[in-house]
């Protein structure tokens, strides 16, 4: 294995590169601030095009965490760990690989703790445990149990959602309001069940068909295909797969009011919420709503219970208030206000 701290040039507080042949592993852990407490931060799992783009995916990702923990009022900071799937690896290569990430977030001694994330599972976090005791979400945890993590980053999202609606819409009533969900992954399944459940009427879109049958069935959902969702007319638009989507091509071509989704870093260049505002449509950055799972997470860490993490991810909205009247105060974008929030209370913390 091989480890590269501080680099100068970026302002992540440290860098580790993991390279293990007899596993396979290859992987990067990023940890951005720990001025407020270890860094926290799940474990992602997925191919990259190149080692390049999922260093760069770890970093922003472990931002987004420092100021989603700020934001959230926990006594963390933000970091990331990003394995990097190979397409051949089988069941055992990859419980090793796990396990050799595993050795190597002890060897941190506590600096950054991980977590589910997109593409691991509870299996994996158990393979990690074997090595280390910086590791949540195992099976039978908190985070892990009923898909508490995903339902509650829907639930955080869904009342950010009202939220927005009653200031952009005039009410938070969603009744007949139309949303369009881009993956229906278990958040974006879920939040589609806030939202149905609520009146809205659903447009959805994943790459997998069934999802996409499942929640037609149970909602009565229009489907639209995933690259185009975006387009669609609608009252919301929610991203709730992966980051990106905000883009010099799409944000010309949304027909949306509101953008609120759980994806993370929905924005492919900061620059585009300037675009967002100009076209009069209010964006809910996601790490200001998405933290219902990190605040599982927090919960778990200190021994307590599901309701608990209900009760503090009810606080969303109020954060989101919070930066929507900086955001009018200031004559800002959405985006600055939240990030200005979030170094506000770092500063404070």
Known sequence: MSECKNWPEDPMEQLVWLHERQSGLRAIIAVHHTGRGPALGGCRFRQYDSEEDALADAMQLARS??????????????????????????GARRAAAFRALGR??????????????????????????????????????????????????????????????????????LQGRTVAVQGLGKVGSFLCGYLGKAGARLVVADLDGARVTRVRQMWGAAAAAVDTIHRTPCDVFAPCAVGGILSEQTVPELRCRIVAGAANNQLADPALADRLQARGILYAPDYVINSGGIIVTAVELAGGQAEQARIQTEAVPDTLTTVLDLAERTGTTTDAAAAALALERLGSG
């Open 65 to 90: 965490m420092t100021w989603k923990c700020a934001l959230a009022g926990l006594p963390y900071g933000g970091g990331k760990a990003v394995l990097i799937a190979p397409p051949d690896m089988d």
């Open 104 to 173: 190597q977030i002890e060897r941190m001694q506590g600096e950054y703790i991980t977590g589910l994330d997109l593409g691991s599972q509870p299996s994996d976090m158990d393979e990690m445990r074997k090595e280390t005791a910086y590791v949540t979400d195992t099976t039978g945890s908190l985070g892990a149990t009923g898909d508490l993590t995903a339902d509650m980053t829907a639930y955080g999202v869904y009342l950010a959602i009202r939220t927005a609606a009653g200031r952009r819409l005039g009410s938070a009533d």
